[in-house]
């Protein structure tokens, strides 16, 4: 009785290992039977849980590096931007030379900025342009917008220019139409001041300030900027003029010196 049970359990695992492909095979081959496939459909209905967490998981891989290459287009984008804007500031600073160029009669001398407050105590630029270059001592000095300055050191290669936002400068301007002369002087920014104009002038807010006859070293009808405001000076018979200066002088980057006498 003992050898008769024995054989059956030394030969379990290969009994079932057989039934199991026998079962394999039966579902194989009966795959068109309506039985097996609703078998089949009720069994994917039960264990399709089980394909949630890796479809979670996919679609995480997927957004992650998704997001990866809007990020690299995102910046490239930002760095195509970038230099387009720059080349567009570029662009129109060439136009503005051009115009520039264009409406004055003058022999100019271009030069670029070399170093920004050259001296503690002057408010003044270093250009690369010197006396080899054609310039001299107490030249006028432009952007492609107006006056800026003049030169006050000038050495073969390298010239110095006091900025019209020197304490110590001062121009004389005109006022147009109405061409009441006065003196100007910085105040701060680009905003200066213009005193000992005339009470009765006729000076509106807009009028263009230009440089007038009366300037030593700078030629008439240089572009200078316009008034911005005016008033009464008390106990005088002027007014004083405030004018916006065309020129920004934070940002100025090529100038023009004026070649010759003027």
Request: hydrophobic share 40%.
């Amino acid at each position: 009785m003992a050898k008769i049970d024995l054989f059956p359990k030394q030969k379990l695992d290969s009994f079932i290992l057989f039934l199991c492909v026998f079962i394999s095979f039966a579902l194989i081959f009966s795959n068109d039977n309506r039985n097996i496939q609703g078998l089949r459909s009720s069994a994917i209905d039960t264990f399709s849980f089980l394909y949630q967490p890796f479809n979670w998981l996919d679609n995480q891989l997927f957004l992650t590096k998704k997001l990866e290459v809007l990020s690299e287009e995102n910046l490239k984008l930002n760095l195509e931007n970038q230099i387009l804007s720059s080349n567009k500031i570029e662009n129109q600073r060439l136009r503005d030379l051009l115009k520039f160029r264009e409406r004055n009669e003058f022999d100019f001398i271009g030069a670029d900025i070399l170093s920004k407050g050259f001296s503690s105590n002057l408010s003044s630029v270093l250009l690369d342009r010197g006396s080899n270059d054609g310039v001299k001592n107490n030249s006028p000095v432009l952007s492609s917008r107006g006056v800026v300055g003049k030169t006050i050191l000038v050495a073969k290669d390298y010239s110095t220019v006091q900025l019209i936002s020197d304490i110590d400068f001062r121009l004389s301007v005109k006022i147009m139409p109405s061409e009441a002369e006065g003196i100007m002087r910085w105040i701060q920014d680009d905003i200066c001041q213009i005193v000992e104009v005339q009470t009765t002038s006729d000076v509106q807010i807009g009028d263009i300030v230009l440089t007038s006859n009366l300037s030593i070293y700078f030629p008439p009808n240089l572009p200078v900027g316009e008034v911005i405001s005016f008033y009464k000076e008390s106990n005088s018979s002027n007014k004083i003029v405030r004018m916006r200066l065309f020129s920004d002088l934070s940002t100025l980057n090529q100038l023009f010196i004026l070649k010759g006498d003027k």
